[in-house]
């Protein structure tokens, strides 16, 4: 059973019961942001190691720490619990002490997201709504569509116009009802707002919808556990709306408020150079986030090809700083030629396909060693948040070119010559 309390307003810690407000109605949709707040005595009381011990390996063995409820369903029920892989080949090419992969490439829709679309669809479901919608890059679409077909909703999802390919796909595979909105994300984004207050959608987008990050919490709940006797020094984590970086900061608190560990762990969070004004303002020491001074300065920013984390307005920029900056952390900021880098070294050192935004935690963690942010012997657990089949475009730009040869041994051993054996590999 939740022990969920009350809903807190980032901006005047102003305090909503469960289903009294979305957002703070003083601080309006852009700066009312709401927090979740639980009895963690109680939840600690509940959450012994041996009593989740004995709970489904998924986020669902944290009830006591999630918004569902009373008799909500918990759907998907295969949502979360993916495996954290050690990479010593990965360590030793970074010159760190350690490094983990939390490998959430491996959800069911092949992206961190379906961590809070699980929340949102069994809210939805709780609260006998039928449909769904939200405006996304695409992972939040396309887990959206993913956990809503599990769940029997309708989905309807704005999207704009360059989304990559795989996402789209998976929407339409998923049975979404899909709007191409011929503008930018940001734009796509208060449509998508306006159809749900319009059509009576169940909201997920992550700004207004306070119960996502819960969800989102569950990554950092998972490494807390997984990492139970060994802890890390930092957790690496890449960051366009602030959503993710600042879920995970909170779970990584509340498992150490429940006692479920006793260690802290600093946030390393990771942006594109070409969309960084989190990172920008991390460095100029701000507390809080302007979005809508960051839409007017949006075309000031160059973008990145990692989509799921080009937001030049981040939505979710002042829980983003307050986690970082709570957790003892850093931002760090990498090119594109960097996260490609990152992209195939991770493919190659430890066998995880990541998209361009998965891989861009492990280039933040190259670019904080180099910075002297991260030591010799740091231990980093780095978040891969979604799979490379996602965006194949991208993926091929940072792949080497294969070799092309006429069907002729010789010429195989001729490529062989030329190319460096297993051991540089
Ligand atoms: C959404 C996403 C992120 C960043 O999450 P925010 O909450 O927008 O900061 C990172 N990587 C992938 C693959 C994502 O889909
Ligand atoms: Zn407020």
Sequence with gaps: MTTLLFLRCVTCGARYAEGEANVCPACGTDKGILDAEYDLPRAAAALTREAIARRPLSIWRYRELLPLPEGAPALPADTGWTPLLDAPRLAAALEVGRVRIKDDTRMAS??????ASAIAVSRALAEGAREIACASTGNAASSLARCAAVAGLRANIFVPA?????????LLIYGARVFKVEARYDIAWRLCMDACERFGWYNRNCAVNPYLVEGKKTGGLEVAEQCAGDPPGWVAVSVGDGCTVAGIGKGLREARE?????WRARLLAVQAAGAAPLAQAFEAGAENFDVVAAEGEAARWSGTFADSINCPAPRNGAKALRAVRESGGHFVTVSDEEIREAA???GRLTGVFAEPAGAAALAGVAAARRAGILGADADVVVFATGH?????PGALRAAPAPHVIPPRLDAVAQILATTPPPGNF
Excluded: M, W, Y
């Design 110 to 115: 092949a992206s961190f997201k379906d961590r």
């Design 258 to 262: 429940t006692g479920l560990v006793s």
């Design 388 to 392: 490379g089949l996602k965006d194949l």
């Design 162 to 170: 360059a989304i990559p390919e795989g996402k789209l796909a998976q």
């Design 344 to 346: 195939r070294r991770l």
